[in-house]
Each structure stands twice: as structure tokens, then as C-alpha cells.
């Protein structure tokens, strides 16, 4: 383990606002686009098997 | 006229290229390999950012702010391979006419914006602590800029049409002129920024640790599976929505939901 | 009817029409007129601070006047019927796209770059310094309006289609921008603008050679 600590795992040398930022909008951007993905898949079965009924 | 699918199956019966053409075909396939990459994205997503934060030494310049470099750089990456993939599936559709190479080329384009947004904030994230201001008007991020807005033309253009296949087409087209014009506008303000500003220094571009290195292509592995589930996932929804008349479809879905 | 025929008399009839709707290159220059004239009111009107911006500004606003008179390109043939008659005409697409980009870029390209100038006293720029500008503008609407002319074929008659093609078009007229108003600072500054003039030359040529080709191919695709 490099680090001395958990807190300094965090505090990233003073920059953690800076890193985890960063992470924390691509996290942001992966779970937004699996929701959409998601979202689409379930109304797109919808209108499937709607389709299919009539 | 383009040839439709069928003639092509006759003509170049036997070829894997044609036989996975077919959506009846790769939807299956497309499942399996969605599956695979969504595994392997997130076990070296783990690898590589266990490296990353837990190997990786402090780096001697900039301390431990460097470590943005593993989603920063990935993600930057996949904004310009995508636009290139993109471009290539819509080259393929225009000249073979084949409807998938299309629908991929749609399937890619949104997960492309995103890589570009995540690389733009990241990039300003960490220029902000590296070199004092949050966005420099540097050859890279101006292009990543620029091909972020090229994604978006590219799907507007698609949605504007209500006929599909015209808007296949129609955007098909617009990637193939973005991506001629990417390297000349790359080169250009490239050009343009030693002209007014010298050229910044990049951080992480020289004397890089191994393990750093390690880290930051674990990760762009990473990306690049999770890029290709999230575009088969949407290359699935799209034939869903596109064949609901198709008897296979229909199959397919039963057969997979027992 | 030859080809040179054909392109000439599409030419010819082109400018006739602009002869008669004053509107047509009129606007685009107010348009012009007015985005320059903006510009201080925001930043100050300090002759210092305008000459800094004043070539940026006035490169810019040229390139979204000539972008506000792409809808014209096919628009209104498609409203009257004659795009179907030179979708069936025998000769090539490309040469009739062509040669009516070339009246559209020799009425706006030449009624921009003669205003320029004139702008250019607005912003505190030297007399050379503005012929040099002049002469860019004169480069960079042909080169605009071939690029503009891939999307306004694109979208035809489509809703919306003014914005998405100025979303479409205007990414890819960046370097145009870099190097037609680095020409003009070149000369600000005193030195020698040959390699911005030659690059600028080089996307005008690339640009005549290959947008009339996809051009036609877009209107294919649209009309179809």
C-alpha cells in the first residue's frame, strides 16, 4: 500500500476535489448512459410485444 | 440504387461478412458479444484502477493529480476511434447498402459524445490544479471539442428525418465529410495554437512510470470493451424497434426469455 | 445542350434572379452590418481593444452571413418543382450544383468582401490590413458555401433545417476561420501572410473538388 492512510487515499495530496471530480463525472456519465440504455431497451419490448397484440 | 440485402446474401453466399450482415443473424451473436465486453470492461476496469491508484507511484511534477491521466486519456482515445469507427460503418453502408453497417454506425455515435464530454471535464479538472486555469485552447482538447460537436450534428441530423432510411443515409454521409475534415481540422488548429500561445506542455507525455503506463492502457482496454457492449446494447434495441414485423424477432425473444 | 452550355446558362439565371430579388444578398449584408456593429457595444470602444477583435469579428459575421443564404441554395426549387427537373436532367448533378454554388458565391462572396472594408474602419483597422481581410472573406464564402452545400442539399424542404445546418456546417469551416483572419493578423502584425493565403487556397480547390460530388450524392439521398 502506498498510502499512509485512508485520509490521505482521499485527500490525494490536497487535490482530491480535483481527482475524484473527475471520476466522479465519469461515473456520473457511465450510470446516466446505462439508465438511458436501459430506458430504451424496456419502452422498445413495450412497443414489441404491444405490436404483437393487435 | 443500393442492392438490397438479399441479393448480396445471393452473391456473396457463404461469406461470414454477408451471413452476419443480416440482423436475424448477428442480433444472437451481438448478445454474446455485448455480455463478454461488459464483463471484461468491468474486471480490467478494476485491474486498472486497483494499478492505478493502489501501484502507481506519486508522480515527482505533479503529485497525485496525475491520476485523472487513467480516465482522461482512455476517454479521449475513444472519441477519436469512435468517430473513425463510426465513420467507417457508414462508409460501408453507403457502398454495400447494407442496413446494419447504418444502424452501427447509430449505435456508436451517442457513446462517443459521452467519452468526449467525460475527456473535456476531466481534462479541465485536471488542468485547473496541473496549469492554473480550467480549459487552454490547446491542439487536443480544441479538437475534442470540435469532434464532440460534429457527434451532435451527426445525431441531429439522423433524428430529423422520419423516414429511417433517408436519415440512415443522410448521416451516413455528413460522418464520412466529418471525418475527412478531422484531420485537416486537427492539423489546422494544431497549426494555429503554436501560432498564438506556444505550445503547452502536456503532463504525462514523457517520463512516465511503468506501472503508470500499465494502468492508463489497462484502462483504455477498459473503455473500449465498455464502448463496444454499450453499442451493441443499442444496436439491439435499434433492431427491436426496427424489425417488429419479423417472425425471427419474435422467436428470439421467446426463445431467450424461457 | 453541352455541359458548359448547361452550367453556364444555370449561372446566368442564377444572378438574373438575384438581379431581381434584392432580398436575396441584401439581407445577408445587413445581417453583416449588424453583428458588426454589436460587438463594441459589448466589449468597449476602446480603438485598442476593437483592432484586437476587429478582424476575428468581421470574419466571423462574413461566414454567418453566408451561411444564412445556404436554405437558398435548393429550397425554393424544391418548393417549385424545378429541383425535380435537374434531378433529371442529363447532365451531371454535380456540374448543375456546381455551377449554382458559383453564382451564389460570386453575388455574396463579392458583396461581403466589397463591404468589408468598410467594417473594418468601424473596428480601427489599417487600410491593408483590410484589403487583406477583403480578400479573405472573397476566399472563404466559396469555400463555406461548397462545404454548406453538402447539408443544405442534406435538408431539402427538412424542418429546422436553417439551424441544423449552420450546426452541421460550421464546425467544419474552423480551419477556413483560422487561416483566412490569420492572414489579415499576419499583416497586422507586419509579416508576410503567403503560407495562411496558399492553406486557404489549398481548402477553397479540395473544397471545389470533392463538394459538388457529395453534394450531388446528398441530394440524391434527400429527394429520393
Redesign the interface.
Known amino acids: ?3 499512509e492512510s485512508w485520509a490521505a ?1 482521499w485527500a ?4 482530491g476535489l ?2 475524484w ?3 466522479g ?2 461515473a456520473f ?2 450510470i ?3 439508465v ?2 436501459k430506458r ?2 424496456t419502452s ?2 413495450k ?2 410485444h404491444e ?2 397484440e393487435h | 440504387m443500393a442492392r438490397t440485402e438479399s441479393q448480396s446474401n445471393d452473391k456473396f453466399a457463404g461469406s461470414w461478412f454477408w451471413r452476419y450482415a443480416s440482423p436475424a443473424a448477428f442480433f444472437p451473436l451481438a448478445g454474446k458479444l455485448e455480455k463478454l465486453c461488459w464483463a471484461l470492461a468491468a474486471v480490467l476496469a478494476a485491474v486498472g484502477l486497483y494499478i492505478g491508484f493502489f501501484v502507481a507511484p506519486t508522480d515527482a511534477q505533479q503529485g497525485e493529480v496525475y491520476r485523472v491521466i487513467f480516465i482522461h486519456v482512455p476517454a479521449a482515445w475513444m472519441t477519436m476511434v469512435i468517430y473513425m469507427a463510426m465513420a467507417f460503418w457508414a462508409a460501408t453502408g453507403l457502398v454495400l447498402g447494407t442496413r446494419l453497417s447504418f444502424m452501427m454506425s447509430h449505435a456508436l455515435a451517442p457513446t462517443g459524445a459521452i467519452m468526449a464530454v467525460v475527456a473535456l471535464v476531466t481534462g479541465s479538472l485536471w488542468g485547473r490544479p496541473t496549469w492554473g486555469t480550467y480549459w487552454v485552447w490547446d491542439a487536443r482538447l480544441t479538437s475534442t471539442l470540435i469532434l464532440f460537436f460534429l457527434y451532435m450534428g451527426y445525431m441531429a441530423l439522423a433524428a430529423s428525418f422520419d423516414d429511417k432510411k433517408k436519415g440512415d443515409r443522410a448521416s451516413a454521409l455528413i460522418a464520412l465529410v466529418g471525418a475527412i475534415n478531422v484531420p485537416i481540422i486537427y492539423f489546422s488548429v494544431k497549426w494555429w495554437n503554436t501560432l498564438h500561445q506556444g505550445s503547452s506542455v502536456r503532463p504525462g507525455s514523457s517520463s512516465m512510470a511503468a506501472t503508470m503506463l500499465t494502468a492508463m492502457m489497462i484502462m483504455t482496454f477498459a473503455f473500449w470493451f465498455y464502448c463496444v457492449a454499450a453499442a451493441l446494447h443499442r444496436l439491439r434495441t435499434d433492431i427491436i424497434e426496427r424489425e417488429r414485423n419479423a417472425a425471427w424477432l419474435r422467436d428470439t425473444l421467446k426463445a431467450a426469455s424461457q | 445542350m453541352s455541359l458548359r452550355g448547361a452550367t453556364t446558362a444555370v449561372i446566368r439565371r442564377e444572378l438574373q434572379l438575384f438581379a431581381q430579388r434584392k432580398s436575396d444578398w441584401a439581407n445577408p449584408l445587413m445581417f453583416f452590418l449588424i453583428v458588426c456593429s454589436l460587438f463594441p457595444f459589448a466589449v468597449g470602444s476602446e480603438s485598442e481593444k476593437l483592432k484586437l477583435i476587429g478582424i476575428g469579428v468581421i470574419f466571423v459575421g462574413a461566414l454567418l452571413a453566408a451561411m444564412l443564404s445556404l436554405p437558398k441554395l435548393f429550397d425554393e426549387d424544391a418548393r417549385d418543382g424545378s429541383l425535380e427537373l435537374m434531378l433529371a436532367s442529363p447532365e451531371p448533378l454535380a456540374a448543375l450544383i456546381l455551377a449554382r454554388v458559383a453564382a451564389l458565391s460570386l453575388a455574396l462572396g463579392i458583396a461581403l468582401s466589397a463591404v468589408t472594408p468598410v467594417f473594418a474602419l468601424f473596428y480601427a483597422l489599417p487600410f491593408d490590413v483590410a484589403a487583406m481581410l477583403s480578400l479573405n472573406v472573397l476566399m472563404a464564402v466559396p469555400t463555406l458555401l461548397l462545404v454548406g452545400s453538402i447539408a443544405a442539399a442534406l435538408l431539402v424542404s427538412a424542418r429546422g433545417g436553417a439551424i441544423l445546418t449552420a450546426v452541421l456546417v460550421l464546425p467544419l469551416t474552423i480551419p477556413t476561420l483560422i487561416f483566412g483572419a490569420g492572414a489579415a493578423l499576419k499583416v497586422l502584425y507586419g509579416e508576410s501572410p503567403a503560407a495562411e493565403l496558399a492553406l486557404q487556397a489549398a481548402f477553397m480547390l479540395l473544397a471545389l473538388a470533392l463538394c459538388p460530388l457529395a453534394a450531388a450524392a446528398a441530394l440524391k439521398i434527400s429527394t429520393d
Not at chain 1, 12 to 15: L, V
Request: glycine share 10%; aromatic share 14%; proline share 0%.
Open positions: 500500500m502506498i498510502w487515499f490525494m495530496g490536497g487535490r480535483f481527482v471530480g473527475s471520476y463525472v465519469l456519465a457511465v446516466a448512459e446505462l438511458t440504455l430504451a431497451r422498445a419490448l412497443a414489441l405490436h404483437h
